[in-house]
């Protein structure tokens, strides 16, 4: 099997607010992660309790360690116009930092998202001009996500970064 390739976008990101609810979930790195899903349905079935909301949510991986884990704290989350002036019962609302990220485009259905983190990865650790920041990545769902398991279905992933050296 041969490894995709991916080059990002570099973007440099303004502050960003989000409202959403948040779950530890164990994995086996690699693997896939069954309870995130289930997540999703829970948050999607509440998301209208949100003010404010831009129609962007956002799949955000808490840790801002690089390091490999057997669990990862992940908000599913809708991004609103800015500081929630409220928040709805078992929900919390995150703000993530202004910084600069390289952005990917997955395409595809959910299913090949393994291939595409792995080519991700293997974009950081050779890239030479950029290394992994100490800050949350997300995942961006917008217009072009058509579902889970549409093979047009698009969505973004950002990962942070600094210059190396």
Request: aromatic letters at 10%; proline letters at 8%.
């Amino acid at each position: 099997m041969s490894m995709r390739t991916m080059t990002p976008e570099i973007r440099k990101v303004d502050a960003l607010h989000v409202v959403g609810m948040e779950q530890n979930h164990k994995f086996v790195p690699g693997g896939p992660i069954d309870t995130i899903v289930p997540q999703w349905i829970q948050f999607m079935e509440r998301i209208g309790e949100i003010e404010d909301l831009t129609g962007v949510t956002l799949g955000i991986s808490l840790c801002d360690k690089p390091e490999p884990s057997d669990t990862l704290d992940y908000a599913a989350g809708a991004l609103v116009s800015g500081r929630p002036s409220s928040v709805p019962d078992g929900m919390k609302a995150y703000e993530l930092k202004p910084q600069t990220y390289a952005a990917f485009l997955h395409k595809g259905a959910i299913a090949s998202l393994g291939d595409t983190y792995r080519a991700i990865y293997s974009w950081i650790g050779s890239n030479g001009a950029y290394t992994r920041a100490p800050a949350p990545e997300f995942e961006r769902y917008d217009e072009r996500y058509t579902g889970s398991e549409d093979e047009h279905s698009e969505f973004e992933i950002y990962i942070p970064v600094i210059p190396a050296g």
